[in-house]
C-alpha cells in the first residue's frame, strides 16, 4: 500500500501562485513516477504534469511554461510550483502513483478568482 497525503492549494487571484506538495509512504520502493491531476467542476480529471524518479518531466499544454513539477528522494515529496495562475486553473488537484495499482491522494482545491 501507497499512502499520498497532499498539502496547499488554497484561493489566489489571477496571476498569483501556489505551490502544492504530495508526500509519498509505505511501500514506495517499486514507484517510478509520480504526476499531479486535476479536476475542474463539470470536468473530467485531466493530467496536469508527471515526474520520473529519474528527474524526467512532461507538462500538459495548458501548463507550460508556467507550472513547475519537481521531487525531493529524501522526503519522498513531489511538488508543483504554479505560477501565473488563470482562472481556468481552478479544480480539486490530486496526486498520482502507481505501484502495482494507481494510488491517488485525496485532492486539494486551489481556486483562481479573476
Known amino acids: 500500500q501507497v499512502q499520498l497525503v497532499e498539502s496547499g492549494g488554497g484561493l489566489v487571484q489571477a496571476g498569483g501562485s501556489l505551490g502544492l506538495s504530495c508526500a509519498a509512504s509505505?511501500?514506495?520502493?517499486?514507484?517510478?513516477?509520480m504526476a499531479w491531476f486535476r479536476q475542474a467542476p463539470g470536468k473530467q480529471r485531466e493530467l496536469v504534469a508527471t515526474i520520473t524518479t529519474g528527474g524526467t518531466t512532461n507538462y500538459a499544454d495548458s501548463v507550460k511554461g508556467r507550472f513547475t513539477i519537481s521531487g525531493d528522494t529524501a522526503k519522498n515529496t513531489v511538488y508543483l510550483q504554479m505560477n501565473s495562475l488563470k482562472p481556468e486553473d481552478t479544480g480539486v488537484y490530486y496526486c498520482?502513483?502507481?505501484?502495482?495499482?494507481?494510488?491517488w491522494g485525496q485532492g486539494t482545491q486551489v481556486t483562481v478568482s479573476s
Open positions: 498520482w502513483t502507481f505501484a502495482t495499482k494507481n494510488y
Open positions: 509505505g511501500s514506495i520502493g517499486s514507484i517510478t513516477r
